[in-house]
T-cell receptor
Framework: DAKTTQPTSMDCAEGRAANLPCNHS???????VYWYRQIHSQGPQYIIH???NNETNEMASLIITEDRKSSTLILPHATLRDTAVYYC????????FGQGTILTVHP | AAGVIQSPRHLIKEKRETATLKCYPI?????VYWYQQGPGQDPQFLIS???????DKGSIPDRFSAQQFSDYHSELNMSSLELGDSALYFC?????????????FGPGTRLTVT
């Protein structure tokens, strides 16, 4: 699986958009970009995935660059409950969790 | 909606004992994954099964074995437990068919080895 690079931590004000970047310059053609999050020792939660095109669901939006070497997860209106570790994973099957980004949403 | 069920939720064992963790996937999901998360660490992939056959293998110790049964539930068997096996063990399941394989995780089993 391709390696990903994410900021160690980010802060966001409640109600504002949270934009979490991820670099995956070695991604191969059949690998998807997945985003998961983990809230304090709970099971990781699937957020969204994409291959080439930008994607949106009820939780978030995923913007993938044209060369697929980086992506951004957007939480449009962050709430305190969005405070978690966010993992960007490039994979075609099993998930290889890297360091992740600790997102802290503050009032 | 039904979720992944793991049992037990907490387990305390002594060194050199054995432990069995169980995972019941979401109905119609035929693929099961096991992950281990040590204290302060990120989850690490152990092993996966598709249609009762092992489909991929990660850094799973030889002391551990796993299988998937005809009803698609899976069991992770751990023998000769060591202190370093203390961790959260997550099971995830995914739908059959082509990628992408969105994985849905259970609440985990917290294993403490004393």
């Amino acid at each position: 699986d391709a390696k990903t690079t994410q900021p160690t931590s980010m802060d966001c004000a409640e109600g504002r958009a949270a934009n979490l970047p991820c670099n995956h310059s070695t991604i191969s053609g059949n690998e998807y970009v997945y985003w998961y999050r983990q809230i304090h020792s709970q099971g990781p939660q699937y957020i969204i995935h994409g291959l080439k095109n930008n994607e949106t669901n009820e939780m978030a939006s995923l913007i993938i660059t044209e060369d697929r070497k980086s992506s951004t997860l957007i939480l449009p209106h962050a709430t305190l409950r969005d405070t978690a570790v966010y993992y960007c994973i490039v994979s075609y099957g099993k998930l290889t969790f890297g360091q992740g980004t600790i997102l802290t949403v503050h009032p | 909606a039904a979720g992944v069920i793991q049992s037990p939720r907490h387990l305390i064992k002594e060194k050199r004992e054995t432990a069995t963790l169980k995972c019941y996937p979401i109905p119609r999901h035929d693929t099961v994954y096991w992950y281990q998360q040590g204290p302060g660490q990120d989850p690490q992939f152990l092993i996966s099964f598709y249609e009762k056959m092992q489909s991929d293998k990660g850094s799973i110790p030889d002391r551990f074995s796993a299988q998937q049964f005809s009803d698609y539930h899976s069991e992770l068997n751990m023998s000769s437990l060591e202190l370093g096996d203390s961790a959260l063990y997550f099971c995830a399941s995914s739908l059959p068919g082509q990628a992408p394989y969105e994985q849905y995780f259970g609440p985990g089993t917290r294993l403490t080895v004393t």
